[in-house]
């Protein structure tokens, strides 16, 4: 390709755009009241050219939302008629199919003009923690799950519409906080704007057509590169998702086909949409499908356009994977988690060394909880967890995180202080990583306590959950053993997972996330990693032996050699 | 004391240990630098003073205090070198240190490393207690229990016990009652315990932290004790000081008790510095850059005053990636660094283009122009390729520049493979590590709520003032100040810094609740225990405390500071709290909320002695022209002309107060180099400082 840039003015420019999204991403940190904002940075900013083609988002951006707006920001450029956008102006939609897939996700859009051109849009999605409606995964449409904002100006040259804002105070709970939440991300846009009208007066450009041309066109020659090394071929992947007791699994089938240098995937065969909150809109799908194909690919690479042009992804309308307006989207990541992995197991022959096995945090498990204290003051918290990480062909699963979405867990500390509860034990469950060459990641218990003395809570505490693998384990890869399965049990007996859950005073619960998948034969794993797994209590006496094939005499505490030897050596031959 | 006319600072750094000498009747300055000598840092100390006393006859007799900074707390950590160390905590939470927070700093990398726990699975022993989160005891701590896993933890042959239970930030009663046993059963035993290192609510970053502190104990015992004798040995009988992270200094006991407070003193120096220059020369805004070989560290100082986190990450394992690191909490200065030094690496990168850094060659074997055998350009190549650097002025001629060979490696891997000219690929490099760094000082000042149209910019280390132009302009700052050795004079820093300890209790209580009261005997204890440990460091004077409060609306994640200026919380209203609160709140963060209710997390001490004045020294007027100033003319890379140019070479040494000149120019001095562009003038002030004005 012809560059209009050399080689090193292009990388100071680009490195400039990209310090720009991150300048305008921390002025959010400043402005942002809501602490999923500023403290789990659940928020997106980023740019596009004239013609809606991505070209940089911040450093942190969170897969889920940078996906779907590269995507979705496109369209909505190319759907505006050249008369509708003006100076001044300033979008506001959180249209989930048109963006990141739930009415949380709000985006707000501006046009930037420089010497009366426009020159680009930069846009922001944030994830505000509440947006009206019902707030449960088993809603049965959109309608339910809270406000709808379309596509609409906010901002008309420079003048706000009142009646915008002013509709959006009245069908949320906490109105002083969306509201200002929405104008931090018309601060972060300004910054945005201003910043590049800056460089573009600095450099003496007169638009960033050509920088544009240039940065997408060398990322999309190096990521094609990267495509074109994988042997052409059409590999597959299913996966198949648990919901609540009583309906049937939904399967989502993937074939992706590698054709020279780009990377087709077809969703085909999947599920129809559900008629709960668990349905993913396509733009949400494909951010999960990207997750997977850039972090094969290479991780390290700046998003923008040309990371995305060798990728294509078809999902057939109306089922689970691409769903059809106004299905229930609240609970998306339920099933749109499950995208990444679904993309590795297909690659996963060709591919070896850049995938993981299945993960323990896919799905993100959250748990809500509310109740009234001993003198009825109200209580509300909620909770993200993971779970282990599937291992690789290099390195055990790490031990409990969020994959492939992201987030923090709350300190013990801070959720005793926020509740009447009690934690007994936050702790890493032995044996619960798939056994493998590479073990997969543990998972872990949080056991807890309703108490029923002088701080036993005033009527019941209700538990909601969004969560996964009770049923299905995550999947090992290349011999490598599945992880163990989640658990929730009431006072010792199994409670039901996908709802609604009352428990009182004097009731223990526990909750086991699920660990990750193995990767490789277990027998190949190195005896001294047994031991030193032994050791550490992360592997039993009995998982070592069961899952490992080592023997370790109990009384010396030292791995019996012969044994271990033949037992190793008997298995391989069968 | 009338003969205790000298201070010393003496700083430990991973290639050279640094000495700053000061008589503080004459305001003379001595500087010194030797090799550090990793074995026993001591000896390096022992002999860099020797080689100071054949210039200054009999100062170590005649010193006052020395003032002490090491590395060696966190390369003990960085390299795993720390005491066998246990952990005691309570019964289910014996995974706290490995879960950690749970986030992946890296989103999109599927291989991100973690940091192993400075404490394995197999050292930590749980105890069967329970304190609920107001500090009731749900669950006694049974003794015998306590007893048990302590006589088995020394049967591990443990050096070293961290103890932290949950919820003890708000009742200690069973770590004490565990710390007695221990000191019982092992008299010996190094213990550090939560409720003393950091009596903090999340469980997570007060484990890390006291595990930390356990960690390190022992051998920063064993160290500060050696380096004590060996100075009593020498003849000095004043005090000694070491510098903490917080940038204030404390006494060898303290520093012995909260080592991790300690963790790495050396970068804060340049900011006390630059916080000192920034009062001094009432500068509202000053941004302090210093560049090194490595590694470029940067900070915001507004109003004299640099910021101070709760938090700081050892040991990143994925270079400079946030989250990568063992997190620990104790006050450390607000810095930011990045992989940007005069040893970074240039390359083509993936795509095609140019990249600079962050991996470097370090100072072994270092640039290309080192000669030692480096052979990938690095950005000290192209600062002597574009004329900046003169090959025979390099530490003042100590060390020839190989100007040759950094053109041909220049030529080979970067200027051929890129297909540009030889001199577009130099000023690449140049101009490429200087927008990385712009790039990060300007997301650093947002974050702070500074304009970085408005600041002045202050350049420290030997690549400092080299690259200081460059990221003036990038950041559009109006102002540059070089102070006089800059190279190494961060050690400045040391003198002016106070001598502080900070004490912190979590005690969670909404404001409406709360009783004025208790808040008062709370941090009357606390400063009664900053007052203990702050007397340790200066016999009769007076005490000055600073109380501030972390507050935040209920339910929020994170705190706010508010300082409280009354000395008594029976003298102040609770509204007279929430608008100081929402005043600070508002500042940071364009807004408040005044109907939203607030809660108290923290409750802060600062103890300070008062400041020994430093009296900066004045310089000499050893010529009677600039004429007689200048060195030479030199050629160099103009990016306005974007050519090589004469550039007028100047002698920092001869240079007086009132001379004033334009640019180009180039200002030589042993340890740095300074360059300027044509269109910004320089002056010189009474004390030696270079003001360069930009346009």
């Not at chain 1, 106004?326 to 197991?345: C, D, K, N, S």
């Not at chain 2, 004077?541 to 508010?562: A, C, H, K, W």
């Not at chain 2, 090589?644 to 030589?668: K, M, W």
Request: charged content about 25%.
């Amino acid at each position: 390709m012809a560059m209009k840039f050399d080689p090193i003015t292009l990388e100071i420019l680009w490195r400039r755009l990209i310090s720009i999204v991150d300048e305008a991403d921390s002025s959010v940190a400043r402005t942002a009241f809501s602490s999923l904002l500023r403290d789990a940075h659940d928020y997106t900013c980023m740019f596009t050219d004239r013609k809606g083609r991505e070209l940089a988002q911040g450093s942190f951006a969170t897969p889920g939302q940078s996906g779907a707006m590269a995507l979705g920001i496109k369209k909505i450029v190319s759907s505006l008629s050249k008369d509708s956008c003006k100076n001044g102006d300033i979008f506001i939609t959180n249209d989930p199919w048109a963006l990141a897939g739930h009415l949380n996700d709000v985006c707000v859009m501006s046009p930037i003009y420089y010497k009366d051109n426009l020159v680009a849009f930069t846009a922001c999605v944030f994830h505000h923690s509440d947006i009206g409606g019902r707030v449960s995964s088993d809603n049965h449409d959109v309608f339910e799950d809270g406000l709808f904002i379309p596509l609409v100006k906010l901002y008309n040259r420079g003048v706000l519409n009142e009646a915008v804002m002013e509709m959006i105070r009245w069908n949320v709970r906490t109105p002083d906080d969306v509201t200002g939440d929405i104008r931090s991300q018309i601060a972060a846009n300004h910054v945005c704007s201003e910043k590049i009208c800056q460089m573009l007066e600095e450099t003496g450009l007169e638009n960033i057509d050509d920088l544009a041309d240039d940065i997408i066109g060398l990322t999309e020659k190096s990521m094609r590169g990267e495509v074109a090394k994988i042997p052409d071929g059409l590999y597959r992947g299913e996966g198949i998702i648990e919901q609540r007791e009583g309906k049937g699994d939904v399967i989502i089938k993937a074939a992706v086909e590698i054709k020279k240098d780009n990377v087709i995937v077809d969703l085909d065969g999947s599920s129809p949409q559900v008629d709960w909150g668990g349905n993913v809109v396509f733009n949400f799908t494909y951010a999960y499908v990207f997750m997977a194909i850039k972090s094969m690919f290479d991780p390290q690479m700046p998003n923008n356009e040309g990371c995305a042009k060798p990728i294509t992804m078809k999902a057939p309308e109306g089922s689970v994977v691409n769903c059809r307006f106004p299905a229930a989207v609240a609970a998306r990541m339920q099933i749109g988690h499950f995208l990444t992995e679904i993309i590795y197991r297909a690659l996963a022959e060709v591919m070896p060394e850049n995938v993981i096995a299945g993960s323990g945090g896919t799905p993100a498990t959250m748990n809500v909880f509310y109740g009234k204290r001993n003198d009825t003051s109200p209580w509300h918290s909620v909770i993200i967890r993971g779970g282990g990480m599937g291992a690789s062909y290099k390195e055990d699963g790490h031990y409990v995180s969020i994959f492939p979405a992201n987030g923090a867990n709350t300190p013990v500390e801070i959720f005793e202080s926020d509740t009447p509860l009690i934690v007994e034990e936050r702790a890493l469950l032995p044996d619960s990583g798939g056994p493998g060459k590479f073990k997969g990641g543990l998972g872990r218990r949080v056991f807890f306590r309703v108490p029923d003395d002088d701080y036993a809570p005033s009527g019941p505490v209700n538990l909601g959950i969004q969560s996964g693998r009770f049923r299905y384990p995550a999947k090992g890869l290349f011999g490598g053993g599945d992880g163990s399965r989640a658990q929730f049990l009431v006072n010792n007996i199994a409670g039901d997972p996908y709802g609604l859950t009352q428990i009182k005073s004097g009731d223990i619960v526990i909750m086991d996330a699920a660990g990750g998948g193995g990767y490789g034969d277990p027998l190949e794993r190195d005896v001294g990693m047994v031991m030193r797994d032994f050791l550490n209590g992360y592997v039993t006496l009995r998982g070592a032996r069961e899952d490992y094939s080592v023997v370790i005499d109990p009384k010396t505490m030292e791995v019996d050699k012969a044994k271990t030897e033949s037992l190793r050596r008997s298995l391989r031959k069968a | 004391m009338s003969d205790k006319i000298y201070r010393l600072g003496c700083d430990i750094g991973g290639t050279f240990t640094d000495f700053v000498l000061l008589n503080d009747e004459t305001g003379k300055i001595h500087i010194n630098k030797c090799l550090t000598t990793p074995k026993d840092p001591s000896d390096a100390v022992e002999e860099g003073i020797k080689e100071l006393e054949k210039g200054v006859r009999g100062f170590v007799g005649k010193l006052n205090e020395v003032i002490h900074g090491t590395t060696l707390v966190i390369n003990s950590i960085i390299e795993r070198k720390g005491a066998k160390t246990g952990l005691i905590t309570t019964k289910g939470f014996r995974d706290v240190l490995e879960l950690g927070r749970e986030i992946r700093y890296a989103p999109y990398d599927i291989f991100s490393e973690y940091p192993e726990p400075l404490i394995p699975r197999f050292l930590r022993f749980e105890v069967d207690e329970r304190i609920r989160s107001d500090g009731k005891v749900i669950k006694p701590l049974d003794p015998k229990n306590v007893r048990d896993v302590v006589r088995q933890m020394i049967d591990m042959g443990i050096e070293s016990i961290a103890v932290c239970l949950i919820n003890s930030f708000e009742n200690p009663v069973h770590e004490r009652m565990i710390k007695e046993i221990i000191l019982e059963e092992a008299p010996e035993m190094s213990i550090s315990i939560s409720y003393e290192v950091l009596p903090q609510i999340r469980e997570y970053e007060r484990t890390s932290t006291t595990a930390t502190n356990a960690y390190v104990k022992p051998l920063t015992g064993r160290y500060l004790s050696r380096l004590s004798n060996r100075l009593k040995s020498i003849g000095f009988d004043g005090r000694l000081f070491i510098m903490l992270a917080s940038g204030g200094i404390t006494s060898v006991d303290t520093a012995v008790e909260f080592p991790v407070r300690v963790i790495e003193s050396g970068p804060t120096a340049a900011v006390i510095s630059g916080q000192y220059y920034g009062k001094q020369f009432n500068i509202p805004e000053m941004f302090v850059f210093d560049m090194g070989g490595t590694t470029a560290k940067s900070c915001l100082i507004q109003g004299g005053v640099a910021g101070v986190v709760p938090t700081f990450e050892v040991g990143r394992v994925q270079r400079f990636m946030k989250g990568s690191g063992l997190t620990i909490q104790v006050p450390v200065v607000d810095l930011m660094e990045i992989g940007a030094g005069g040893g970074s690496i240039a390359k083509v990168g993936k795509m095609g283009t140019l990249q600079v850094g962050p991996e470097s060659s370090g100072a072994d074997p270092g640039p290309i122009c080192y000669g030692k055998g480096g052979t990938m350009p690095a950005v000290t190549d192209a600062d002597l390729l574009l004329g900046y650097l003169d090959e025979n002025y390099f530490l003042g001629g100590e060390m020839k520049l190989d100007q040759e060979a950094a053109k041909k490696g220049v030529e080979e891997l970067i200027a051929g493979p890129l297909g540009v000219s030889l001199q577009r690929a130099v000023w690449g490099i140049h101009d490429l590590i200087n927008e990385t760094m712009a790039g990060a000082a300007k997301t650093h000042i947002a974050e702070k709520g500074g304009n970085p149209k408005l600041v002045t910019v202050i350049a420290f280390g030997g690549a400092g003032p080299v690259h200081a132009y460059g990221l003036a302009k990038k950041l559009g700052a109006p102002r540059l100040l070089i102070p006089p050795i800059p190279g190494v004079g961060s050690a400045l820093g040391f003198f002016t810094a106070p001598r502080a300890f900070d004490v912190l209790r979590s005690h969670k209580q909404s404001l409406e609740d709360v009783e004025f009261s208790d808040i008062e005997l709370i941090f009357q204890e606390m400063e009664a225990e900053a007052g203990g440990i702050i007397m340790k460091a200066g016999e009769k004077e007076t005490i000055i405390f600073e109380r501030s409060l972390d507050m935040r609306f209920i339910g929020q994640g994170s705190e706010t500071n508010v300082p409280i200026s009354v000395d008594n919380f029976t003298k102040i209203t609770r509204e007279e709290v929430r608008e100081l609160f929402d005043g600070i709140y508002k500042n940071l963060y364009g807004r408040t909320y005044p109907e939203s209710p607030v809660e108290l997390i923290n409750y802060k001490v600062r103890a300070r002695l008062p400041e020994h004045p430093l009296q900066l020294p004045k310089i000499e007027t050893k010529v009677s022209s600039l004429k007689e100033t200048i060195k030479g003319i030199r050629n160099a890379y103009s990016p306005v002309v974007g050519d090589f140019i004469p550039y007028t070479v100047y002698d920092r040494y001869l240079l007086f107060p009132g001379a004033q000149f334009n640019g180009p120019a180039i200002i030589e001095e042993r340890e740095s180099t300074a360059v300027v562009g044509e269109d910004a003038s320089i002056s010189v002030d009474d004390f030696g400082f270079l003001w360069i004005d930009l346009k």
